[in-house]
């Protein structure tokens, strides 16, 4: 098992989370010596504690990391974890940034002058509109477009995007095996082919409503900056 695989299986263990991932790497000194470890430990690591420590290795074995891989592949993924050159520089600054990223598609040294287009998914045909252009004039003056894969603002930002032939980043809220929603699975495709689809999520994640917060620190902290183009009063 190489680096990558323990982080993946680190990354499907419950309660473990970035901060807590990059506490065993500093407490440890390796992921293969956290893999070796026993509960005791891993409990003894201010961040996780006794109680979590004492679930930490029997949940690392029980992480079905094969089948992981085999979605990985059969999707076409590719796993860059905050260790490698490729993770994006602009993430590496917030608070909790991602240990791992499936990235289906490429993260260009470019995508760092990112601007992200958020707002509604019941939108208005103005705010879809003032979306989709805004999204075809940053690409068109060379910045990567980042937004959410949504209904509405999200989808209109990253075809105004692709119309310009420029680059947009798709980040998930689910696995990149459950593209969510359903009819934008194409529109995936197509950001895949000139820019990313992006999740921290394992391959099979469903779209919970508690992730997508979690995506938001993602659209946010990859980007110089954000423009909510229409948003209801207390949306996300």
Do not use: W
Not at 39 to 57: L, T
Not at 73 to 82: A, E
């Amino acid at each position: 098992m190489n680096d990558i695989e323990r982080l993946v299986a680190l990354n499907m263990v419950e309660d473990i989370g970035s901060v807590r991932t990059r506490a065993l790497l500093s407490e440890f000194g390796s992921f293969e010596k956290v893999f070796k470890a026993g509960a005791d430990e891993i409990g003894r690591v201010k961040e996780i504690g006794p109680v979590i420590g004492a679930r930490v290795p029997q949940a690392i074995k029980e992480v079905d990391l094969k089948k992981e891989i085999g979605l990985i592949k059969k999707h076409g993924v590719k796993v860059v974890t905050f260790l490698d050159k490729d993770y994006p520089e602009n993430l590496k600054t917030i608070y909790d940034p991602p240990v791992v990223l499936y990235v289906k598609g490429r993260i260009l040294p470019d995508d760092k002058l990112a601007i992200a287009i958020v707002g509604s998914r019941l939108a208005s045909f103005y705010g879809l509109q003032t979306a989709e252009k805004l999204g075809f004039e940053l690409a068109s003056h060379g910045l990567t477009v980042v937004s959410g894969l949504a209904r509405g603002i999200d989808s209109a930002s990253h075809k105004g995007a692709l119309k310009a032939k420029g680059r947009t980043l798709a980040i998930l809220g689910s696995g990149l095996a459950n593209i969510y929603p359903e009819e934008n699975i194409r529109l995936a495709e197509k950001i895949s082919e000139s820019g990313a689809v992006i999740s921290e999520f394992p391959m099979a994640t469903i779209p919970d409503r508690g992730n997508f917060p979690k995506r938001n620190r993602i659209i946010s902290g990859i980007s110089l900056g954000v423009v909510c183009v229409e948003a209801a009063e207390k949306s996300g």
